[in-house]
């Protein structure tokens, strides 16, 4: 079983690093049995179209109980956040079971290394894998980021013409070992690493320091090393795409100087997600209202600056759609945004997003006193159905502000 389990993470790093194109391990040749039982035959993706479209003859369909390992690779081309322009990126999601689909969650890894083709540049890897029949749940975020981004000091204040490009090189290593203490909830400990250096501004005057107004992590590094306590309760069977269910997640982070930080500091990060199925009495079908919100603060004086609360900075990168990551940073962040989801082809090749959210930071005044809010639409295309994972393109807007952002994968 071992050896099998290796063979696999083997495969795909291989697949990760290999030349762009999109395949599917043969998804559309066997009715894939879901979480829930039902199947996908009836459905269609971009798998089935490529098939017929290259006149691809299948062998005799037939159930592939054993199979497990699914992947997901795309090449695209979309506007990097935080103002530094369009971008050459390839996300590739794996998907695989590694114990019985009845009893364990499907297991996750992407990897998105993207390029603009100028200063920016990204290697994020993400994992989330559940152990057979879902008694541990392993974490990892791992990332190396050559990141210029746009930023306005702390709280709202500033106008949109105030920014200022911050320049970096960021290094991010986190993992997570949570084991069952009862069914849907997870309880662990983590290791978080973030250093950045060669922090610098793109106009020397002023210093970040004094434009931000903020003396800690302002600098040329800034190092944080600490341990997390992590609390999850989820009962969804895939976060690729997310159905009926609900998702928690606490984390209390603690960075003492023994362990390397700069200064001692601590964080508390909230995030409670809902899915409410629209139509229950069809399973197959994508009729849903996804609500997701998040509480992020830090409990010290001298936590970090690129540490701090920020918009567009929760752990996947995928919140605050429609506001430029980074623009609104504080000693607390609160979020919300929820997402009307349905399908427009009743075989789920193709279907459509409707989204709104509001964040609101402490920085120049208190918390709660200024709600930014954004809105917008998306087209979701079935690239497969096997692991449920759509390509999502989306437009979002807010006040002075726009973007088209391409995923792999549902926003939440």
């Known amino acids: 079983m071992q050896s099998k389990t290796i063979v696999r993470l083997c495969l795909v790093n291989l697949l990760m690093c290999g030349p762009v194109f999109s395949f599917g391990q043969n998804a559309g040749d066997a009715i894939i049995q879901t979480k829930k039982g039902q199947d996908t035959a009836r459905q269609t993706d971009l798998i089935d179209i490529g098939k017929a479209l290259f006149r691809i003859r299948p062998g005799k369909i037939r ?62 890897v993400r994992t989330n894998i559940w152990l057979p029949d879902n008694t541990w749940l392993i974490q990892g975020d791992t990332r190396f980021l050559v990141y210029p981004q746009y930023t306005w000091g702390l709280g709202h204040q500033k106008a949109d013409e105030e920014k200022v490009l911050l320049n970096y090189k960021y290094i991010r290593f ?11 909830l997870y309880a662990g400990l983590g290791y978080n690493l973030d250093y950045r250096f060669n922090i610098n501004t793109d106009d020397p005057s002023p210093e970040l320091e004094q434009y931000a107004g903020y003396r800690y992590g302002t600098g040329k590094n800034s190092f944080s090393s600490g341990i997390s306590l992590n609390m999850v309760y989820d009962t969804r069977s895939n976060s690729i795409n997310p159905m009926p269910g609900m998702y928690g997640n606490l984390v209390y982070r603690v960075n003492p100087t023994f362990l390397g930080s700069d200064n001692s500091w601590s964080s508390v990060y909230l995030d409670v997600r809902k899915y409410i199925s629209m139509n229950p009495g069809k399973p197959r079908q994508q009729n849903t209202l996804a609500l997701w919100s998040y509480f992020w603060t830090v409990l010290n004086d001298k936590t970090p600056y690129l540490d701090l609360p920020s918009t567009g900075w929760d752990p ?83 006040k002075g502000y726009s973007a088209v952002l391409l995923n792999l994968g549902e926003a939440f």
């Not at 390839?90 to 100028?118: C, H, I, R």
């Not at 993992?175 to 069914?183: G, H, T, Y």
């Not at 789920?348 to 709660?368: E, K, W």
């Open 174 to 184: 986190y993992q997570n070992a949570l084991k069952r203490i009862k069914p849907y």
């Open 316 to 398: 996947y990168n995928r919140s605050a759609r429609g506001i430029d990551q980074n623009r609104y940073r504080g000693r607390t962040l609160f979020y919300a945004e929820s997402e009307y989801r349905r399908d427009i082809t009743t075989n789920g090749l193709l279907g459509f997003v409707v989204f709104a959210n509001v964040n609101t930071v402490s920085g120049s005044g208190s918390l709660f006193t200024s709600w930014k809010p954004a809105a917008g639409t998306g087209l979701r295309i079935k690239f497969n159905k096997a692991s449920n994972t759509n390509i999502g393109i989306d437009y979002g807007m807010s």
């Open 63 to 124: 159930e592939e109980k054993d199979k497990k390992l699914y992947f997901s690779i795309l090449p695209i081309g979309g506007t990097v956040p935080g103002g530094t322009g369009n971008a050459l990126i390839t996300s590739t999601s794996a998907a695989m079971y590694l114990g019985p689909k009845k009893t364990t969650n499907l297991s996750t890894a992407t990897f998105t290394p993207y390029w603009n083709l100028g200063s920016r540049f990204g290697l994020p």
